[in-house]
């Protein structure tokens, strides 16, 4: 079945540095992958997506590469701030269960001052 | 617009009781997903629906259902409650359910069974 694997669970990292958190997918017929960011005791909250027609994209500090043939997929958070702090999570969905949304575990990532 | 809302916020049950959640959309949202967190399992998917009818279903036994509502305010029951089945439950809501949209996540209702 479909499932999304998410590396590592946890990170810390100086503040002003960068991070990178890992997925991978297993559905080949994957083709949407949003970036979802939760804070402590809120909702969570898209940060970034890309389609599988599209092999990078950037916002601002963020951005997210997408190799399909290896099925990958990752997040990057250029000079992270205190703000970042939180939990991210991956996800993928298709074309034919667009709204059937499989997330990876989450990683918790801790900026440190 | 307003965004997705939940009630009731938290809820205590005890084990064998049913519980009735609540979920009203992002207004013109025709999709309504469900998803059950849990520190152990993450974000996992429940069901979702659209214009009334269910139209995706993840892996979970029968004693969870749902229902949509004309207005598109979608309800969650759960029924025979199990210790297993605390968590933060959240539904999130998209226009019409296709690929490459965004969902909307609402606050969530914490579930605590005792």
């Known amino acids: 079945g479909e499932n999304v694997e998410q590396h590592p669970s946890t990170l810390s990292v100086q503040e002003g540095d960068s991070a990178v958190i890992k997925c991978t997918y297993s559905d080949s017929a994957s083709n949407y992958f949003p970036w979802y960011k939760q804070e402590l005791g809120k909702r969570p909250q898209l940060i970034i997506d890309i389609r599988s027609n599209v092999g990078e994209k950037k916002d601002q500090r963020i951005a997210v590469t997408l190799n399909k043939t290896a099925k990958h997929f990752s997040l990057h958070i250029t000079e992270t701030q205190p703000e970042d702090s939180a939990v991210y999570f991956c996800?993928?969905?298709?074309?034919?269960?667009?709204?059937?949304?499989?997330f990876g575990s989450g990683t918790r990532l801790s900026i440190r001052p | 617009k307003a965004g997705v809302t939940q009630t009731p916020r938290y809820l205590i049950k005890t084990r064998g009781q049913q519980v009735t959640l609540s979920c009203s959309p992002i207004s013109g949202h025709r999709s309504v997903s469900w998803y059950q967190q849990t520190p152990g399992q993450g974000l996992q998917f429940l069901f979702e629906y659209f214009s009334e009818t269910q139209r995706n279903k993840g892996n979970f036994p029968g004693r969870f259902s749902g229902r949509q509502f004309s207005n598109s305010r979608s309800e969650m029951n759960v029924s025979t409650l199990e210790l297993g089945d605390s968590a933060l439950y959240l539904c999130a809501s998209s226009l019409d359910g296709i690929a490459g949209e965004t969902q909307y996540f609402g606050p969530g209702t914490r579930l605590l069974v005792l």
């Open positions: 996800a993928a969905s298709s074309r034919s269960s667009a709204s059937k949304i499989i």
